[in-house]
C-alpha cells in the first residue's frame, strides 16, 4: 500500500479567506484523486490531477474555487478559496497503487471548518 | 450524483455476531472497492473485487459481487468493537480511473 500525508491535519478557518491542503506521497503514481466528504456525507470526486496537465474536474466543482496544482509524481496541493461554511468538509486526497491494480489508497484527510 | 446505495444505513450488532451490508450501483463497473472509515478519518481499504469476479474473501471479510443484479455484499464475521466504523463502497468504471462512492452504512458493535 502507498504511505500518503496530508497538511495539514485539520484548520479552522474564516470566511473570505482560503486554505492550501497538501498531499504527499512516498512513491511516484501517475494519478492522484482530490475527494470531499461534507459531514454525515459520503465522498464525493473534485478533480483527477495528472503531472503535467490541467486537473480534470468533476461536475459542480471549478478551478477558481478549488485550484489544484500538481508539480510532480509525489505531490499535490488542493486549495479551497474564499472559502464559506459550506466548504467545512473533510478534504482527501488518494492515489491508485500499486500501479495498474486499480486499488486506492487514501490519505488521512484534512478536517476544515469555517466560521 | 452517487453511483451506488447502500443498505442500511446503520447497523447495530452484539460482538461476536455477523453484519452484512448491502451496496447497489446504476452503472456497468470495472471493479468495486469497499472501504471503512474510522471517526471521520481516512478510509482504509478492505477489498477490491472485478466485474468478472463473484466472490472474495480476506480474513472475517467476504465480498460478492452480482453484475446481474449490479449490487455487491459485505459480510463481516465474528465481528469485534474494533470493527464500528462506517463502510462505503465505490465503483470504478474503467481500470485505474476515479471512484463513485455509495452513501455509507454506519456498523455499531456493541461489546
Known amino acids: 500500500s502507498a504511505v500518503i500525508s496530508q497538511k495539514p491535519s485539520r484548520d479552522i478557518c474564516q470566511r473570505g479567506t482560503s486554505l492550501t491542503i497538501q498531499c504527499q506521497v512516498d512513491?511516484?503514481?501517475?494519478?492522484m484523486f482530490w475527494y470531499r466528504q461534507q459531514p454525515g456525507q459520503s465522498l464525493t470526486l473534485i478533480a483527477t490531477a495528472n503531472q503535467g496537465s490541467e486537473a480534470t474536474y468533476e461536475s459542480g466543482f471549478v478551478i477558481d474555487k478549488f485550484p489544484i496544482s500538481r508539480p510532480n509524481l509525489t505531490f499535490s496541493t488542493l486549495t479551497v478559496s474564499n472559502m464559506s461554511p459550506e466548504d467545512s468538509s473533510i478534504y482527501l486526497c488518494?492515489?491508485?497503487?500499486?500501479?495498474?491494480?486499480?486499488?486506492?489508497?487514501f490519505g488521512p484527510g484534512t478536517r476544515l471548518t469555517v466560521l | 450524483s452517487q453511483q451506488g446505495e447502500e443498505d442500511p444505513q446503520a447497523l447495530s450488532i452484539q460482538e461476536g455476531e455477523n453484519a452484512t451490508m448491502n451496496c447497489s450501483y446504476k452503472t456497468s463497473i470495472n471493479n468495486l472497492q469497499w472501504y471503512r472509515q474510522n471517526s471521520g478519518r481516512g478510509l482504509v481499504h478492505l477489498i477490491l473485487?472485478?466485474?468478472?469476479?463473484r466472490e472474495k474473501h480476506s480474513g472475517r471479510l467476504r465480498v460478492t459481487l452480482d453484475t446481474s443484479k449490479k449490487s455487491s455484499s459485505l459480510l463481516i464475521t465474528a465481528s469485534r468493537a474494533a470493527d464500528t466504523a462506517s463502510y462505503f463502497c465505490a465503483t470504478g468504471k474503467a481500470a485505474g480511473n476515479k471512484l463513485t462512492f455509495g452513501g455509507g452504512t454506519r456498523v455499531l458493535v456493541k461489546p
Open positions: 488518494s492515489v491508485d497503487r500499486p500501479q495498474g491494480t486499480d486499488t486506492q489508497y
Open positions: 473485487i472485478r466485474s468478472n469476479e
Open positions: 512513491s511516484q503514481v501517475t494519478m
